[in-house]
């Protein structure tokens, strides 16, 4: 049976658009035959997203999508990476997973106000309780899309895009710097917590090729098991190269579309890419 896997979704537990209902029906509809929702450093919608799959009968995956830390050890710069948890058996307040979240909540709701503060002096708009509605009260669910969605609403900018260009990105005026719990932290986490860890989008985190290399060893070394094939839509070339790293370093692999919404229209839930020949899915070890 040939598997069509999309593994890597948001719901708007998180930044993405859809309920996690809405989200596995459109998975359903688009031919998916299993599923993951991994909202950003939560699973509160995971519970919602079970109930829909199993009245469709489209087998899910436990997931969340973790954000993490990696310093290079030769240059000590620290790097944005997101790990993908799938297939937890344990995701309770008092699991391994859980308690991470603790800290990552505190993280995110600190790290959203910090950037709020930043924005309100820039544009003499107060931010903060706009921008909690958007993300459904949760100071933790605040993301900078729900950020660039009040630019865009306060008429700042026309765009998503240019919200991360002019205020939101790095070494931009309302940047905040990243202070995530490590990439093996959050690797260990999800594997005590009885899933697999995948590296996410690995070509997306602009790293140089050196760079990116090293992220695959260490994350090896961290007890990751799998990674994201490259999207649908990056070029041939980025996908060869990401296939003798896969091979060379015996990597199981995932399928993703990354789905947020049809703000984001490049990415569209189902639309995975194909497995090589010799490479594994993922979801042998579910």
Not at 196 to 212: D, I, S
Request: proline share 5%; hydrophobic share 40%.
């Amino acid at each position: 049976m040939i598997v069509r896997a999309d593994l890597h979704t948001h719901s708007h537990f998180s930044d993405g658009q859809l309920s996690p209902t809405d989200l596995v029906t459109a998975a359903h509809q688009a031919g998916v035959t299993l599923f993951a929702l991994t909202d950003h450093d939560t699973v509160d919608g995971v519970a919602e997203a079970r109930l829909q799959a199993e009245l469709l009968g489209m087998p899910l995956v436990n997931g969340i999508e973790l954000s993490t830390q990696w310093t290079r050890a030769t240059t000590k710069r620290a790097w944005s990476i997101h790990v993908v948890g799938l297939g937890m058996t344990e995701m309770g307040p008092e699991s391994p997973l859980g308690r991470l979240l603790e800290t990552q909540k505190d993280i995110r709701a600190e790290r959203a106000r910090q950037i709020c503060a930043k924005l309100e002096k820039i544009t003499k708009r107060p931010a903060w309780d706009a921008v909690l509605a958007k993300a459904g009260g949760r100071p933790e669910g605040i993301t900078r899309s729900h950020l660039a969605q009040w630019l865009m609403q306060e008429g700042w900018v026309t765009k998503l895009q240019q919200a991360f260009d002019r205020f939101l990105g790095e070494g931009k005026p309302a940047y905040v710097p990243l202070s995530w719990v490590t990439m093996s932290e959050g690797v260990a986490a999800i594997r005590a917590s009885g899933g697999q860890a995948v590296l996410a989008h690995p070509t997306k985190n602009n790293l140089t090729a050196t760079a990116l290399r090293q992220l695959l060893i260490d994350f090896k070394a961290a007890g990751g098991q799998a990674v994201e094939l490259p999207l649908a839509n990056e070029p041939p070339a980025t996908r060869q190269m990401m296939n003798r790293l896969i091979a060379q370093h015996e990597f199981w692999v995932s399928t993703a579309s990354d789905y947020h919404g049809d703000h984001q229209p490049w990415l569209k839930i189902g639309h995975v890419p194909s497995l090589a020949d010799g490479q594994r899915g993922v979801w042998e070890l579910l």
